[in-house]
């Protein structure tokens, strides 16, 4: 999903949300089950500032 073309308001409806309160706890567990947890997959080998 390109997240950062939609506006707040896409995104919060999007994603079954609320401005005030966020993510409710059975939603945040969907979407976990879902979508799995927010962290990459594999490290980055050779990174530019590890030939410094």
Not at 38 to 50: A, R, Y
């Amino acid at each position: 999903m390109s997240w950062y073309n939609k506006s707040v308001d896409e995104c919060i409806k999007e994603l079954g949300s609320d401005v005030k309160n966020g993510l409710s706890s059975k939603k945040a567990v969907e979407l976990l089950e879902k979508n799995g947890r927010n962290e990459l997959k594999q490290k980055i080998k050779n990174h530019f500032f590890q030939k410094l």
